[in-house]
């Protein structure tokens, strides 16, 4: 489709042919907004480039809320959850600077591991979505999911020769959220194909663990002694813990 360029157009013809511009270069943003960004510039007396740069970051902004919206919900969240949100007067164990530090997500990018370890009613939960959350409004792909419900897609993959496949879509995520880790005993073949999609992950890409055992109790999830020494072996610095 070519839009005719003519001069001298009516006000009527003008914002007709604007409309159809933007439709046609798919700018849903600056469609919606136009009118009241070409009020406010002739009412600020804005030059021409402060008109198109007030367009154009209108656009760039409304995308990028978008993207961050597409992840949030890809990263299938139970629901919503936020750092604003959080009471850290009524969790005083929990430290506010390292939450805040945390949701830079620079271990993310250094594909760190993080544990979030305490009782019920601690916030361990909220605290993992907000932070994923966090990640995915900073263009990280997140992936949350319970423990049970990740062992059982496991063992069905593995039941329909689908293992590799559902191992490495749970491997390219940068972070993987994997809650209530250790609120039930594992059989061998589920902690065994879990310990697989942890190690697939380790050293390339990030897993937030949020769990009520310490790491001194993983032998209520990974019964096989060969789990429990690999995971005694990873360095304490790659486990930021909140408590």
């Known amino acids: 489709m070519t839009l005719p360029r003519q001069r001298g157009l009516t006000e009527q013809a003008a914002d007709a042919a604007i409309d159809s511009a933007f439709r046609l270069l798919r700018l849903p943003s600056i469609r919606n907004e136009f009118s009241d960004i070409a009020d406010r510039a002739m009412k600020d007396q804005?030059?021409?480039?402060?008109?198109?740069?007030?367009?154009?970051?209108?656009?760039?902004?409304?995308?990028?809320?978008?993207?961050?919206?597409?992840?949030?919900?890809?990263?299938?969240?139970?629901?919503?959850?936020?750092l604003r949100a959080f009471d850290f007067v009524a969790n005083p164990n929990i430290d506010a600077a390292t939450i805040h530090t945390l949701a830079s997500c620079?271990?993310?990018k250094?594909?760190?591991?993080?544990?979030?370890?305490?009782?019920?009613?601690?916030?361990?939960?909220?605290?993992?979505?907000?932070?994923?959350?966090?990640?995915?409004?900073?263009?990280?792909?997140?992936?949350?999911t319970l423990a049970t419900k990740l062992v059982n897609e496991l063992v069905e993959a593995a039941d329909e020769k689908q293992l590799n496949k559902t191992i490495a879509r749970y491997g390219r995520v940068d972070l993987l959220c994997i809650n209530?880790?250790?609120?039930?005993?594992?059989?061998?073949?589920?902690a065994e194909l879990l310990f697989q999609v942890l190690?697939?992950?380790?050293?390339?890409?990030?897993?937030?663990?949020?769990?009520?055992?310490?790491?001194?109790?993983?032998?209520?999830?990974?019964?096989d002694p060969r789990h429990r020494d690999r995971h005694r072996l990873l360095p304490p610095r790659q486990h930021p813990s909140a408590r």
């Not at 897993?207 to 790491?215: G, Y």
């Open 46 to 82: 804005m030059t021409y480039r402060g008109f198109l740069a007030e367009l154009l970051m209108t656009e760039c902004d409304d995308r990028s809320r978008r993207r961050s919206e597409r992840r949030i919900k890809a990263a299938g969240f139970p629901r919503e959850k936020s």
């Open 106 to 108: 620079e271990w993310i």
């Open 110 to 144: 250094k594909s760190q591991p993080l544990c979030l370890i305490g009782d019920s009613g601690t916030g361990k939960s909220h605290m993992l979505i907000a932070l994923g959350t966090e990640a995915a409004m900073r263009g990280y792909r997140v992936r949350y």
């Open 180 to 190: 209530e880790l250790g609120y039930m005993e594992l059989d061998r073949r589920g």
């Open 199 to 223: 190690t697939e992950r380790e050293e390339k890409n990030s897993v937030a663990i949020a769990s009520n055992e310490s790491f001194g109790g993983c032998t209520k999830t990974f019964t």
